[in-house]
Each structure stands twice: as structure tokens, then as C-alpha cells.
């Protein structure tokens, strides 16, 4: 992390301790924050996540709604409490909510599942973060898959009024392409219903992310993961200096969370330490 990095930091960290839970922009200078997903930094809804993000420098973390063996996790409002003492001491935001689980008890068939997503939203509104991640991969992949898709569509249609009346958007990441992802948005038929935009999993599917990130827009993109699998950022396959022009094109302002991207044999924490130094260097 450069000096200038590093100030930028440190000013946006201590407004964030003293202003819980508004994470300004305007007030950190910069169109975008950048975090990581709390399971690329260490196990999905570890509240230790904090203290390493801190030592990686970044502005925040998205957090895991809750985990194989805690089902309630984040929706128990003492343990949100310790995750807003833990801002406040490390001046680390939580920058986003996700809902990993969901690619192992699928939304799309599995019924407890509906109450994760509607008491999500009262989670997010206690942490003070407007997005939600609904995961839609392994067991919930919607590829191929009408009927799920209905049951989703459906589900998205119950608690999107919810989500609306609370300023919470729910952000899908799947495999689909940018045009299926508008059939499902234009079923459900909300504003609080977008795409959580993942540029590696759909270079992975061959689409064209830049083309699909201008097709979807600021309107139906609600935040992005910038990943690589198996390599560093900027070493892979995806064109970073492309994705920014194309962000600066459609004039996308918010969180952008580093996931993956930590190369074989190479620490965890050295990855993210470069990764965060790379994204600064080219979104920052």
C-alpha cells in the first residue's frame, strides 16, 4: 500500500468508526470502497474477519448471513451487536451481506430458506448495508433449471416489497448471462431485485463482461466481486483496465469486494495485501 493508500485509508476507517453505520462516499473521496468476502479471508462468518481485513487495509467486509453450523448466525440480534462493536474497534465497515448457504440448501427448493432471505433484510438494515448477495451456484444453479427459476422468481416476488420498503437490494449471482438475468428482473418486476456481478465467474462461462456490464447498467447491477481463480488480480484473465472503463461508463458508484484470487502455494494474507494495493491502483 502506497502512503497516499494508506492515508486514504486511515481517514476513511476513522470516519466510518465515528459515523456507524453510514459508509460515505463522498466522504472518502472515491466513487468506490473496496472489502473482500469474509470466506476469502478466513471461514464464512468468522467476526475475525475484521482484524485481517484491517491488516490487509481494506474498507470493509462482505458478511456471511450465516454458516453450516449456525443457520441463525448474523439474524440474532446479539450477535449483530458484536459484529458493530467490532467496526467500531477496527474501523472496518461491513460493506455488503451474503447468503453463501444457499448453494448447499438451495433457495430455489428448500423452504427454510425463504426465511433467511425476508429476515436478511432486517439483518442488513441493523448492520446499516443496503445489498444483499442471494448466491446461486452448486445445488442452486438455475441453469437449465425452469422450474427452479419459476420458484425463485416467486419467492424474489414475496419479499421484494420488503426489501423495497427497507432501501435493501437483493443481488443475484449465478451463471446465467446478462440477458437471462433481465428475464428474471423483469419477472419479479422491483427495483430492490438487481444482479450482484461477479466479472470472473462470467468470463469463466464465456461471456463478454464488458459488452454484459453495459447491457445491465447502474440500474440492474447492484454491486461486483472482482475475482480471479488461481491467480493474483490483474495477473489472470480478466481485463481489470476494461472493467474500470466500463464502470466509469455506466457510472457505477459503491462497493466492489475482492473474492478468490490468491494463487497456489502463495499466503493468504500476502495475496490480499496485493490484491487490495492492485484495485487501488486502478478503481481508487
Known sequence: MTRRDALRWSLGAGITALAYPTWSLAAAGSRFRVGACDWSIGPAGDINAFTVAKQIGLDGIQVSLNTKGDHNYLRLPDMQGRYREAVRESGVAVGGLAIGLLNEIPYKSDPRTEQWVQDSVDV????????ILLAFFSNNDLRNDRKGTDVVIERLKAVAPR???AGVVLGIESWLSAPEHLAIMDAVGSPAVKVYYDVCN???MGYDIIREIRMLGKDRI???HLKENGYLLGKGNVDLIAVRKALDEINYTGWIHIEGAVPAGK???ASYIENNRTVRSLFV
Open 222 to 224: 447492484c454491486e461486483f
Open 163 to 165: 426489501a423495497e420498503k
Open 124 to 131: 442488513a438494515v441493523a448492520l446499516g448495508v443496503k445489498t
Open 202 to 204: 462470467s468470463s469463466v
Open 267 to 269: 499466503p493468504m494474507l
